[in-house]
């Protein structure tokens, strides 16, 4: 699998829990936050959360309710749970190393390669 | 919650200057940043902090910021310019991630 390639199933039906995981670069985990983004058709490039290398989270406010993110430093991974999906959470799923500034403002410098769920 | 808006699509001759913009009340007080996408791949950092290039990101991307607009410029389009592009901020005060809807631009 390719790092930072999410892995995980990729046919799911409506009300599963979406379960991926990252495996990121060795020695990034403790410097940087992760950031989960989806793109679809409808919506765009979307934001879906970010868990720091501290495990502080932060959610997209329409997914908070079902999202899950966490991070296990041994295996440098970090994970993402929707839980309850519906059609309209079928997306490319993208894993991305983020650059937090001053505690603010945060931008994505290395994307992986996405993985295309599909709730059917 | 905080909205920015790009225009569907801009075409160009090669040669060219392309100005891409981002729309968003008082956007001059973010920092924007512009990711390139090519058809079928992810998302690549072309500009950070509104005009900041990451290391191997060409000399004719260039970005600023100002007012109610953003604009990423790309001087002299090639075809291998072709993609689309995406503006992104921090919204502060909903704590979230914004993404405009992204502009696709066409070399001729």
């Known amino acids: 699998q390719e790092q930072q390639q999410p892995w995980g199933a990729r046919l799911l039906q409506p009300s599963e829990t979406l379960s991926l995981t990252c495996d990121v670069y060795?020695?990034?985990?403790?410097?940087?936050?992760w950031t989960w983004i989806r793109q679809s058709p409808d919506r765009g490039l979307e934001w879906i959360g970010e868990i720091s290398h501290s495990g502080n989270t932060k959610f997209n406010l329409s997914l908070r309710s079902r999202l899950t993110l966490s991070m296990d430093t041994p295996t440098t991974q970090v994970s993402l749970k929707l839980g309850s999906v519906i059609a309209a959470d079928t997306a490319i799923y993208f894993c991305?190393?983020?650059?937090?500034?001053?505690?603010?403002?945060?931008?994505?410098?290395?994307w992986g390669r996405g993985t295309l769920v599909t709730v059917s | 919650s905080y909205v920015l808006t790009q225009p569907p699509s801009v075409s160009l001759a090669p040669g060219q200057t392309a100005r891409l913009t981002c729309g968003g009340s008082?956007?001059?007080?973010?920092?924007v940043h512009w990711y390139q996408q090519k058809s079928g791949q992810a998302p690549v950092l072309v500009v950070f902090d509104d005009g900041d290039r990451p290391s191997g990101i060409p000399e004719r991307f260039s970005g600023s910021n100002s007012g109610n607009t953003a604009t990423l410029t790309i001087s002299g389009v090639e075809a291998g310019d072709e993609a689309a592009y995406y503006c992104q901020v921090w919204d502060a005060t909903s704590d979230q991630v914004v993404f405009g809807g992204g502009t696709r631009l066409t070399v001729l």
């Open positions: 060795s020695g990034s985990l403790s410097g940087y936050s």
């Open positions: 008082f956007i001059g007080a973010k920092s």
């Open positions: 991305a190393r983020t650059i937090v500034v001053a505690g603010a403002h945060r931008y994505f410098d290395l």
